[in-house]
């Protein structure tokens, strides 16, 4: 059975950071392209990032770009998502998704999600 279990999620303030992390099992994780998507309260679902199997490639939306970071640890099966200069737009529900950017957006990739609020 395939899981993916976010956490890392709180409150910060503008400016501040936070570290999101998603443990995989259920499938071969170091065989899979993964993503980050976030939603927003209100809004439809959005690509964050993405990563190749390998870590050899990784792939940012323009919102982000320049603030997060992508990375995966294959021995842990486990993708993380460092988020720096956090601005109050980020404010919404982070999920792993379990494929690349091209089908990132569909749901049924996705883990449960972890909350992040950024406010003053």
């Known amino acids: 059975q395939v899981q993916l279990v976010e956490s890392g999620g709180g409150m910060v303030q503008p400016g501040g950071s936070l570290r999101l992390s998603c443990v995989a099992s259920g499938f071969t994780f170091n065989s899979h392209h993964m993503s980050w998507v976030r939603q927003a309260p209100g809004k439809g679902p959005e690509w964050v990032a993405s990563i190749s199997s390998a870590s050899s490639y990784t792939y940012y939306s323009d919102y982000v770009t320049g603030r997060f970071t992508i990375s995966r640890d294959n021995t842990k099966n486990t993708l993380y998502l460092q988020m720096n200069n956090l601005k109050p737009e980020d404010t919404g529900l982070y999920y792993c998704?379990?494929?690349?950017?091209?089908?990132?957006?569909?749901?049924?990739?996705w883990g449960r999600g972890t909350q992040v609020t950024v406010s003053s």
């Open positions: 998704a379990r494929a690349p950017r091209d089908d990132a957006l569909q749901r049924q990739f």
